[in-house]
C-alpha cells in the first residue's frame, strides 16, 4: 500500500519562512507524480493552492510556492501571515494505478 | 464560476448502501475533467476514494474498491457515489471535486457532506 508522509506540525514566527515536504513510499516524488497542496481550516473543505508540483490557481497567494526539494514535493510559504494557520494536504498521482494518494497533512502554526 | 453541492442521507445504518450525488453547476461534465470523491473521517485526514471521467471510465482506492461504484448522469450534470456494506468506520465529511484529466490537478471543492453510520 502506497503511503505519502508529510511532517505532522510546523511552526513558524509571523513574517516567517517555512517549507512542508511530501514524500512518497515507492521513492522520490517527480513531476510524474503531478503534486497538488491544499490549505484547510477548520470547518471548511479543503482550498486548492498548487498543482503540477509548482504551479498556482488564479487565487493563490504569492507567497506560496510548491518546488521539488531532495526527492520529495514541496511548499513554501514565505512572509507568512497569522491566516496561513491551517492544516496543509499534498495530493500525488501513481499513473500505473491511475489513483490518488493524499498526505496524512501538515498542521501549520504562526506563532 | 464552478460549483460542486454534494446531498444525500446523513445518516446511514451499518451494513447499508451510502448513497451520495453532486451536482455540479457553471461546467458541463460532458466537457471534459475527472469528478473524484474524497473523505475525511472526523479528525483525521484526507482519503481520496475514486473518480470517473465523462465518459464513464473509473478509477478506485484499491482500499476501498470492492465497495465502491462512481457513476455519472450527463443529461443532469451530476455523478454519484456508492458505497455498500458500511461499517462506523465510514463515517465521514465526503467531498466531490473537479480534477484536470492531463495536468491532475484539483481545483474545485464542494462543500462536504457528513455521514454517520450509527444504527
Known amino acids: 500500500q502506497t503511503v505519502v508522509t508529510q511532517e505532522p506540525s510546523l511552526t513558524v514566527s509571523p513574517g516567517g519562512t517555512v517549507t512542508l515536504t511530501c514524500a512518497s513510499s515507492?521513492?522520490?516524488?517527480?513531476?510524474?507524480?503531478?503534486p497538488n497542496w491544499f490549505q484547510q481550516k477548520p470547518g471548511q473543505a479543503p482550498r486548492a493552492l498548487i498543482y503540477g508540483t509548482s504551479n498556482k490557481h488564479s487565487w493563490t497567494p504569492a507567497r506560496f510556492s510548491g518546488s521539488l526539494l531532495g526527492g520529495k514535493a514541496a511548499l513554501t510559504l514565505s512572509g507568512v501571515q497569522p491566516e496561513d494557520e491551517a492544516e496543509y494536504y499534498c495530493l500525488l498521482y501513481y499513473g500505473g494505478d491511475q489513483q490518488s494518494v493524499f498526505g496524512g497533512g501538515t498542521k501549520l502554526t504562526v506563532l | 464560476q464552478v460549483q460542486l453541492q454534494e446531498s444525500g442521507p446523513g445518516l446511514v445504518k451499518p451494513s447499508e448502501t451510502l448513497s451520495l450525488t453532486c451536482a455540479v453547476s457553471?461546467?458541463?461534465?460532458?466537457?471534459?475533467?475527472?469528478w473524484d470523491w474524497i473523505r475525511q473521517p472526523p479528525g483525521k485526514g484526507l482519503e481520496w476514494i475514486g473518480n470517473i471521467y465523462h465518459s464513464g471510465s473509473t478509477f478506485y482506492n484499491p482500499s476501498l474498491k470492492s465497495r465502491v461504484t462512481i457513476s455519472v448522469d450527463t443529461s443532469k450534470n451530476q455523478f454519484s457515489l456508492k458505497l455498500n456494506s458500511v461499517t462506523a468506520a465510514d463515517t465521514a465529511v465526503y467531498y466531490c471535486?473537479?480534477?484536470?484529466?492531463?495536468?491532475?490537478?484539483?481545483?474545485?471543492w464542494g462543500q462536504g457532506i457528513l455521514v454517520i453510520v450509527s444504527s
Open positions: 515507492t521513492g522520490a516524488v517527480t513531476s510524474d507524480y503531478f
Open positions: 457553471g461546467y458541463s461534465i460532458s466537457s471534459g475533467f475527472y
Open positions: 471535486a473537479r480534477q484536470g484529466a492531463s495536468t491532475k490537478h484539483v481545483d474545485y
